[in-house]
Structure formats: structure tokens, C-alpha cells
Nanobody
Framework: VQLQASGGGLIQAGGSLRLSCAASGRTFSIYVMGWFRQAPGKEREFVAA????????NYADSAKGRFTISRVNAKNTVYLQMNSLKPEDTAVYYC???????????????WGQGTQVTVSS
């Protein structure tokens, strides 16, 4: 499966962005989908993940209460709604597909190219 992330940009602190990740192929619904991010000079970190049906989600502590992951299998798309953005959310955001609902990046097989989110103070 090929993944294409979009929706990043420059936003002021306190603002909102919605990231999208479109998947090619007919097998989107068999994958757990996750969002990760990587800030300059830092390791890639888990943000959120959603089960195949969308019925289960998991969030990093930094994302809880501010970010919402969702998916529309009929559109082969997963979203990350980000509210109350902070400068520390600045990073390249990646979507990923894998077999298990996990926070570990090694367990995701497919990755998108990333979309830059920059939050100004």
C-alpha cells in the first residue's frame, strides 16, 4: 500500500490543523493506521493509532485531549485532527500502516512521505 500525507502547514499556537493520509489499493481496511512525528534533532515518536474498523484508538500522552485520529475506509483515508496546537508540536508528521495497534514504529510496514507542521508562538 502507498500512503500520501497532506494537510500540514504553518499555524499559530492555539490553532488547529487536520492532516490527511490517503492510501492506494483496496487493502486499506485491513491495516491499523498510525501517525508519528519527528522534530528536528529528535527521534520519531508515536502520536496516535486507530484500529481497522476505527473502533479503537490509542494516543500518546502529548496528544490526548487535543488530537483525534479517525478513518474512513470507504475513502481509504485516515485523519489526524489537531487542536490547541503548541510550538512543541512542530515536526514532520508521518502516517503509517501495520498489522497491530501499537505505538512502536518498527511494527508498521508502510510509511507516507511526511507533511510538515510548524506551530509559531
Amino acid at each position: 500500500v502507498q500512503l500520501q500525507a497532506s494537510g500540514g502547514g504553518l499555524i499559530q499556537a492555539g490553532g488547529s490543523l487536520r492532516l490527511s493520509c490517503a492510501a492506494s489499493g483496496r487493502t486499506f481496511s485491513i491495516y491499523v493506521m498510525g501517525w508519528f512525528r519527528q522534530a528536528p534533532g529528535k527521534e520519531r515518536e508515536f502520536v496516535a493509532a486507530i484500529s481497522r474498523s476505527g473502533g479503537s484508538t490509542n494516543y500518546a500522552d502529548s496528544a490526548k485531549g487535543r488530537f483525534t485520529i479517525s478513518r474512513v475506509n470507504a475513502k481509504n483515508t485516515v485523519y489526524l485532527q489537531m487542536n490547541s496546537l503548541k510550538p512543541e508540536d512542530t515536526a514532520v508528521y508521518y502516517c503509517a500502516a501495520g498489522p497491530r495497534l501499537t505505538m512502536f514504529s518498527d511494527e508498521y510496514y508502510y510509511w507516507g512521505q511526511g507533511t510538515q507542521v510548524t506551530v509559531s508562538s
